[in-house]
């Protein structure tokens, strides 16, 4: 069966350190991935995109890398703050006949400690 | 500042009642999202319009749920009847799909929908 994974269990980490998130996927071969925070309470905000031909993405104190041999992306979040307390979700987007499906994982709750 | 908006926020009614939710997408994206959230499944996709028109509605249970675009500033996900387990968060996202495809999502605020 098709399955997106992410640590179901939250992170706590020490403000300043790098925060690495993992997001794990079978039978899927996807065109891209993207990367979400949502906040309680709101919508998912948009963070990182990375495509399947591309192997790492920076954005500020934000690295995406993407590994399609091992089905595996990485989120990684330098210098950590407790405002980047959130939790994020990354999502898959494979495409047929020139429609996408798009697929969440169920997220990962980050905590930063002061 | 532009973003999506969703109406109501908040509904709480009996089984059995048609829902009816609405999204303003941002003006100028043509690609419309409907999303449901639960604790136990996560986000799961609906369905999609891409220039006001249905490309994907194999997320949703097609005996119950019915999404359209009556025009491009307006997406209406309708459920009749309700039921119990409908119980969830539903988000509206726009976007501008590109020549590539790949583009990022705006997310509404979402409607919190208790059916009892």
């Known amino acids: 069966s098709q399955k997106i994974e992410q640590n179901s269990e939250a992170l706590n980490i020490q403000e300043g350190k790098t925060a690495t998130l993992t997001c794990n996927y079978t039978?899927?071969?996807?065109?891209?991935l993207q990367w979400y925070r949502q906040d309680p309470g709101r919508g998912p905000v948009f963070l990182l995109l990375?495509?399947?031909?591309?192997k790492e993405k920076r954005k500020e104190r934000l690295k995406v890398t993407f590994d399609t041999t091992l089905k595996q992306s990485l989120f990684h979040i330098t210098a950590s703050q407790p405002a980047d307390s959130a939790t994020y979700l990354c999502?898959?987007?494979?495409?047929?006949?020139?429609?996408?499906?798009?697929?969440f994982g169920t997220g990962t709750r980050l905590k930063v400690l002061a | 500042d532009a973003r999506v908006t969703q109406t109501p926020r908040h509904k709480v009614t009996e089984m059995g009642q048609e829902v009816t939710m609405r999204c303003q997408p941002i003006?100028?994206?043509?690609?419309v999202f409907w999303y449901r959230q639960t604790m136990m499944q996560g986000l799961e996709l609906l369905a999609y319009?891409?220039?006001?028109?249905?490309?994907?509605d194999s997320g949703m249970p097609k005996d119950r749920f019915s999404a359209e675009m009556p025009d491009a500033t307006l997406a209406t996900l309708k459920i009749q009847p309700s039921e119990p387990r409908d119980s969830a968060v539903y988000f509206c996202?726009?976007?501008?799909?590109?020549?590539?495809?790949?583009?990022?999502?705006?997310f509404g605020p979402g409607t919190r929908l208790t059916v009892l």
């Open positions: 996202a726009s976007g501008r799909a590109g020549t590539r495809g790949g583009h990022e999502q705006f």
């Open positions: 039978n899927y071969s996807p065109a891209y």
């Open positions: 990375i495509r399947e031909n591309e």
């Open positions: 999502a898959l987007a494979t495409t047929t006949s020139g429609t996408y499906k798009y697929i």
């Open positions: 003006l100028g994206h043509n690609t």
């Open positions: 319009f891409r220039n006001r028109a249905p490309l994907d």
